[in-house]
Structures are given as C-alpha cells and as structure tokens.
C-alpha cells in the first residue's frame, strides 16, 4: 500500500487486524464509493524512516515475510510494499531481518545508566528495552540505605539525590537520558531493608503494613510489580506468608510477580511450591527469573522442572520462566559466604571476617557439602576451581579479575577460602564473581521451552568510557546474539521466528508492555535489524569486554541508537510505567 488514511497493511502471515466496529465499517464502505467514484483519498505523509527490502520476523513466531517498514515519530506508521520517496531517510534492509526490538527480561542496568547512558554493550545486543529491579531495586531507600550505596556513586563522580522511584525515574528521563528503555519492579528485599533493615527477623503487623504501604507507593510511581530474590540478604529472610501479602499490594495494581527463586539447587522442588503458592494464594501473574538448576547433583533436572511448570499452568496458576544462554552464573562474591555472616548488613559481615573464631567457623561451613538454609554455592562450583573473580570496585584488586579463587589463592600464598574472605574485606563486599553451576544439556532443555524468555541478568558495559574499567560475565555482552548465531543458526536448536518471539512479544505480554514487542502499524517503534548470517557473540568468560557483531541497526522509538553498526548520539529511551502509575 502507498497512501490513504486507512491504508495500514497486513500480512497473511500476520495476525488478523482488529475486528471493526459498524461506525468504522460505514466510513471505510464510504472511502470505498469515492474512490470508485474516481475521487481519490488524501496523499499519504511521508515517514521519517523506512526500512526497506527487509525479512520481516513480526515477534508473533509467525513465518518471516518480505516487506518495508515505515515510521512515523514513535510509532510504526505502516507494513507492506511503501514507497521510498515517501521517507526522508531509508535504510536498506535487503538481505537483514527486521524484528522487533528486544526486550531484556533482567537487565540490571538502572545504575550503570546514570554512569553510561549509552547502554552499549545492550544496544549492540539488538536490545531497546531492559527491565530491572530484583529482588531490592534502586529505589525506595532510607538515608541508610543511601549511605550505603553511596561509595559506588562516588565512584563514578554521581550524587544520589533521590529516595523514591517517581525521583529516580525523573532523574533518568532528564538528566541521564538513556539509549534504550527502562522498567523496573519494586524489590521486596530493599523494602524489607527499608522497614527492617537487614535483620533475620518475622515482620511485626505495623512493620508488614508499613511495607505494603511501600509497595504500593511504588505500584503508583510506575513499578511493574513485585520481585524477590530469596536466596541474598534480606529476601531470604522473609516468610513465604510476608511474600503473599506484598504479592496481594502488586496484583491489587495491576502488576505481576517476579522472582529470583528461593533455591535453584537441592530444594528447587519446594522452592517452586513457594512459587506457586504465591501465585495461587495472591492471585497474580508470576515469572521465574534465570531459571536454572544449580550444581552438578542435580544436573539432568531442567525437564522435570519445565513439566511442574506446564503442571501448575494446567491447574490455573500463570507461571513462566526466562533464562541466560550459558552455563555459569554471577553474583557477589560475598554470596559464598554463609548466610549468618552477611546478616546485618556490611560492617557487621566485616566485623564477623575479621574474627579469627568466627572466620574459622566461615571456612569449615563453606566446604560442607550438607549445609542447610543457605544456597552453598561455594561448594556448589566445585570450590576456587569453580569460581572466578569478576569485577571489583577497589582498583588495587583489578589485578585479580578474570583468575579463579584457586589462582588467586596461589598468588596469594593462602587457602583460596582465605583469599576469597579477603577479597570481600578489601573491596567492602563490592566484588563480584562468576560460578561454574550449571550443565549445558539442561540450559538447551530450558531454552527451546515455549514458555521461556531471555535476560542477560547483567548491567550494561562499555569497550570504553568509565564502565569499560572491570571485566564481567560475558552474557552482558551477548546473550541475545549467542542464541541467533550458536542455537538457531549453527545448532538450528530453535528456529528464528521462535527465538524471535521469544526476545519480544513473549515478554512484552508478560510484563503488560501492550505496544511493543511485535511489529504492527501504531505499535512503538522499536526495532532491531540484523545479518543473520553473521551475527555472533564475541565476548568469553577470559575475555568478555567485546561487543557482539551482526546487529546493524537498532531503532528505539523511531530513532536510531545504532546506524550501521555504529553508536550514534540518539538517546530516545523512556521509563516504561507499570499499570498502577498515577500521575
């Protein structure tokens, strides 16, 4: 189609259009009658970008189809045959895919925005929409919880000037003015951490009701629901009961549940009985993040897992899942120490490391291989062989990153429990590492899943500027390529349109995000263009500061992040609000 109001295009392959109503039915009979008439409609506009000559992957998991896309400000004005006259910039989409953008289900990048609002190493991903927030998100805090978080702005040369979620997200829509979009959730943990703080404790009624209040406060800033990450301090110390209640706050809004589980080894059998009585008890929405199953015992797991799963939906319960493409994981480095040594928040973890009594207790609990009420993944990994240092925020340890704690130890001269102790007291618990945990054949189990999304569970990075300074877990830098390049195009594991889906209209349905992650006419205009034959993840475990290769363009309401493979000074990102935002 080349013109007309009404000349929105679709495809067979696409899904139907709208039913119309009687009124629209009249005015399209009547467009019709003038132009048989040989009264002709008024010239269509011109758009502001057409890509044309592209292989089009919808985000529905239909069949790929060859057409154009015009854009029009933020929106995609049109599908089909368009002309190219009819745009002020075109971009030749021959022999690309043109998707939807994709959409990160755990991005962690709501600091490393402020610092690099570039979002590089995500945009490069084909990414234009990352969500955030788990378990404790960057905002509600007390002047504690500031002080506390504040040697990593000063870092960065950043202030910290804002307590609520309304004030971060205005700081990031004016003054750091990001690449691509963000959402966030309310972290059940920082609001524990807020009421409580980090003590292993029952809340008392008024302190409940006090975090319900936070809850819902941040539900009406624009959170897109509640998430929990029950293996750290201070989820782990909240009751499947307290969990029910805040779920209650969320579902009230409008907003889902969303969880890093409360074991993904051992117990991961009632672990997902928690889940899903959350589910069923708060009436809600639930997502699991990084699914996985932990250390080499239960390996060969992830099948029976995806079946509890499809089980739970069978029996009412909305429950889905996403996952990272690799077979390590990352977290804190202080997060294989046992769980009593980091009650109570940082100094009094410090004081407990630094007890020789206690610290002997510490290194004979992190080679237990029965330890309850703590995830071990010290032991988990196999001990320092297993577990490599990541990054670091104190410059002196730099020279660590990248070495296994077994190698550290040996520079060291010490035990690698020893070294890893000490790590933690240098770098006052800023370090973080990478865990070898998990097997390949279950990660490709999960992958191939209908009901599985995709996250990185990692921040942005940069090859330059300040967030280039540590090393990090490669699936930053290329988790969405790694799957379009090794699983569908090598392996042929999924097919395109699948792993398409699964990047966009899979999550954007999850999160209520209802106008983005498919390509139709009056959807936002995020999008991703890139050469299937090429496109790889280059970063690795040894070396992962590299961007992927393959992606050409990436679009983010209607305005290019990346043009032919290069950043460009474009920062059209928006805050994506929850369902409860009240302005």
């Known amino acids: ?220 800033e624009g959170a897109l629901g509640l998430s929990t990450s029950l293996q750290y301090v201070p989820g782990r110390f909240a009751s499947t009961d307290e969990l029910i209640a805040l779920a209650e706050v969320s579902a009230a809004h409008g907003g889902i549940y969303i969880t890093h589980q409360r074991s993904e080894s051992a117990q991961i059998d009632s672990s997902l009985d928690e889940v899903f009585a959350i589910a069923e008890r708060a009436r809600i929405a639930t997502e699991i993040w990084h699914l996985k199953v932990a250390y080499r015992p239960n390996w060969g797991r992830m099948p029976s897992v995806l079946r509890r799963i499809e089980a739970a939906r069978a029996r009412g319960l909305d429950v889905t899942a996403d996952i990272y493409p690799y077979t390590r994981a990352s977290n804190g480095l202080d997060a294989c120490l046992p769980l009593w040594v980091r009650e109570g928040g940082l100094e009094p973890m410090l004081a407990r490391l630094r007890d020789p009594a206690q610290r002997d207790r510490i290194l004979r609990e992190m080679d237990d291989p029965h330890a309850t009420g703590w995830e071990n993944q010290w032991h988990g990994a196999g001990g320092g062989d297993g577990v490599m240092l990541a990054s670091v925020l104190n410059s002196d340890l730099r020279q660590y990153e990248g070495m296994t704690l077994t190698e550290i130890g040996r520079r060291m001269g010490k035990d690698p429990r020893e070294a890893l102790i000490d790590l933690v007291i240098a770098d006052r618990g800023h370090s973080d590492c990478i865990l070898a945990i998990m097997d390949e054949q279950d990660v490709r189990a999960a992958l191939v899943h209908p009901l599985v999304a995709i996250g990185t569970d990692s921040s942005a990075k940069a090859e330059d500027g300040p967030l280039a300074e540590s090393k990090s877990h490669p699936r930053g830098w290329g988790s969405f390529p790694r799957i379009l390049g090794h699983y569908v195009r090598d392996e042929r594991l999924i097919s395109l349109e699948e792993a398409v889906r699964k990047f966009t209209s899979r999550p954007a349905m999850r999160l209520g995000l209802h106008d983005r992650g498919i390509l139709r006419p009056g959807f936002a205009a995020d999008l991703t263009v890139f050469d299937a034959a090429t496109i790889r993840d280059v970063a690795t475990f040894d070396d992962p500061n590299h961007y992927a290769v393959g992606v050409r363009h990436v679009i983010v309401n209607g305005r290019p992040v990346l043009a032919d493979g290069q950043l460009t000074a474009e920062r059209p990102g928006r805050v994506l609000r929850g369902p409860g935002y009240r302005q």
Not at 99 to 115: H, K, N, R
């Open 1 to 220: 189609s080349s013109g007309g109001p009404f000349a929105l295009c679709y495809h067979p392959a696409m899904l139907p259009p709208p039913r119309l109503s009687a009124s629209v039915l009249v005015i399209v009979t009547a467009v019709s009658a003038l132009a048989m008439a040989g009264l002709q409609a008024p010239a269509a506009s011109r758009f502001d970008l057409l890509i044309a000559g592209g292989r089009v992957v919808d985000g529905t998991g239909a069949p790929w189809f060859h057409a154009d896309v015009g854009i029009t400000g933020d929106r995609i004005a049109a599908i089909g045959a368009l002309r190219r006259e009819d745009a002020q910039t075109v971009i030749d989409g021959t022999g690309l895919v043109v998707a939807p953008g994709f959409i990160d289900m755990l991005g962690q990048s709501e600091f490393a925005l402020l610092v690099d609002s570039r979002a590089a190493s995500k945009v490069y991903q084909g990414v234009t929409t990352e969500i955030t927030g788990e378990g404790r998100s960057i905002a509600p805090l007390t002047d504690a919880m500031a002080e506390e978080a504040r040697p990593d702005y000063e870092h960065f040369g950043l202030s910290l000037d804002f307590r609520t979620l309304a004030e971060y997200f205005r700081r990031l829509e004016t003054r750091a003015r990001p690449a691509i979009n963000l959402g966030t959730f309310v972290g059940a943990g920082g609001v524990r951490a807020y009421v409580l703080g980090l003590d292993d404790r029952p809340a008392a009624p008024a302190e409940l009701q006090r975090m319900r209040d936070l809850v819902a406060q941040a539900m009406r």
